[in-house]
């Protein structure tokens, strides 16, 4: 039960020929846009900012590429670990 749940979602996750495995896709590279759009819109990326110069809407867009880069990080780095003891 568990190896063919792992199974499923390494395909989902790791391949694009399903329909759910494209829609991650999708949502991975738009992430990745929409962070590279939030690069490009800061005022001064290599300075520290002053309170208040970044608009909070950026701190928010900040917050969730973040935490979707690092799901997507442990959903991956999880499967292909347990799919290699699997084997």
């Given at each position: 039960?568990?190896?063919a749940l792992l199974q499923r979602l390494?395909?989902?996750a790791l391949d694009s020929?399903?329909?759910l495995g494209r829609v991650y896709?999708?949502?991975i590279f738009g992430t990745m846009l929409l962070s590279i759009a939030g690069l490009l819109d800061e005022p001064h990326p290599m300075?520290?900012?002053m309170p208040?110069?970044?608009p909070s809407w950026m701190h928010t867009?900040?917050?969730f590429c973040l935490l979707v880069f690092m799901a997507d990080y442990a959903l991956t780095s999880g499967l292909r670990?347990?799919?290699v003891r699997a084997d």
């Open positions: 039960m568990e190896l390494r395909r989902v020929d399903t329909r896709n999708l949502v300075c520290v900012a208040g110069e970044i867009l900040e917050r670990a347990k799919l």
